[in-house]
């Protein structure tokens, strides 16, 4: 907050306040909504968007990041809490708000100790995968909602009212934008009223209940919320610490990875620059303020931070304006927030998270590489077979398992010389130049324990499909590291090419490499030489 605030000039106000508007008027009804997807009363939902923002805007270096409830960290919580409370009871409200605070205490923890990098082991399509399975879940679970009733029936009042408010929602996301561009508005306060269009048609199904007396219809509503701030929770259940543990780390490594991913797109539209360790902290400190509220586990919304960033956020002043105007509205009268039909809030969720069904990671995926394709269906199946967590860890699981498949597998070229110059390429691509007795062999990775078996393999098929040969080049160009491992099986090849009458040089290998090489033997027992190019290699050794 130091850092903006002595940046803030008078002229960024405008764009704040509006944007500070315009998103409190969506956290009313997403912040309960999603609540509701947590299994939680709805009135906690405002709760955990209050305090929380406040916190982040403190630490947190996005300017346009909105921290609150978050569709899928909600799914997470109702699944993580599910075998230890039952909805809607006191011990689950507990539980959630202490979830919060273990989640929290481990961003700040990550944080403090500067291991942010941690984001980078969850892939692209793994998060797709979780994410399109997450919204699919969340969808289904909205339906007896929606219709007012269990699956294969339906309550006719409230299916109607849900449905009506579904397909305004679904019209308003697809056309509602080009409209009010037709109408003479920006682009961007045209995409901001669509974005609107939720809190419009919560209002407008609301203001049906009384006059209609759709409540004694059998409509649900909200009921009653209590008006005021939240006070401070310490409560605590002594017996559950160990069971959300486990819960506490994944919903923490998704908060953190969900709201980078949004922020830091946003950072490059304003070529702004994310310290990924303060976002650790912003955002443990804004869980942590959620626990002490009443709340529950929050992050930065994807859907949010586009909106405040297109309604003229220019700094987190916005946020905390956006919190104000919610602890404003829960300290008036809060008589109309009980009429609230379920139905329509059920709607909004739907919508929401459809927005979330991305296909075009699937898509490229599945072109450029099947092992990343795969991983992205299995994480999508297994959170809807299995449940999130398990469905991260499948995921997860088997990125770090193609990871290590390629890793172990490195591509390794025979080499040739390019006819009239000093370019070496692989002779399987380009037309190049082999000499007798003379193999060259790229190898395209760094070598570990993993790969030097598959290493000696292919070089044994090597000598085996040239039997002439009497020099072995490794060109090293392409290896960043070489551990002891593969030291070892080094310096056993070059013992075992020595027995058969072969020499192996090496060429091009790097300076991190060579300073590490220079504190073992192999250097000194080498049957070849160093080469500092391949060129000089093959000058030096072809035709000898």
Known sequence: MLHWLRHYRRAMLPGDISAGVVVAMMMIPQGMAYAIVAGLPPVVGLYASILPPVLYALFGTSSTQSVGPMAIISLMTA?????????????????????????????????????????????????????????????LGQVPTLLGAPWFTLHVPSAVLGLASLALLLLARRALAPVLRTAGLSPDAADIGSKLAPMVVVLGATALVPVLGLDAL???????????????????SHGHWQALVQPALLIGFMVFLISMSGAQALALKRAEKLQSNYELIGLGAANIGSALTGGFPVTGSMSRSAVNFAAGANSQLASLLAAALLALALLLPTGWLALLPLPALAATIIVAVIGMLDTSTLKTSWRYDRADAAALAATACGVLALGVEAGVVIGVALSMGALIWRASRPHIAVLGRIPGTEHFRNVERYSADTAPGLLLLRVD????????????????????????????????????????????????????????GIKLHLAEVKGPVMDRLKHSDLLGALGGKLYLSTAMAWDDLAGT
Not at 95 to 123: D, K, T, W, Y
């Open 445 to 500: 990775a760094g070598l570990f324990f993993g790969n030097v078996e598959a290493v000696n393999e292919r070089i044994e098929d090597e000598l085996a499909a040239r039997p002439d040969t009497r020099h072995l080049v490794l060109v090293l160009s392409a290896v960043n590291a070489i551990d002891t491992s593969a030291l070892f099986a080094l310096g056993e090849l070059n013992a075992m090419l020595a027995a058969r």
């Open 218 to 236: 059998g409509v649900r509503t909200v009921g009653t919320v209590p008006a005021g701030l939240p006070g401070l929770n310490l409560a605590a």
């Open 79 to 139: 699944s993580s809490l599910a075998p230890l409370a039952s909805q809607g009871s006191t011990l689950y409200t507990v539980l959630a708000a202490q979830l919060a605070l273990l989640s929290g205490l481990v961003l700040l923890a990550c944080g403090l100790l500067r291991i942010g990098f941690i984001a980078n082991f969850f892939s692209r399509p793994v998060m797709s995968g979780f994410t399109i399975g997450s919204a699919v879940v969340i969808a």
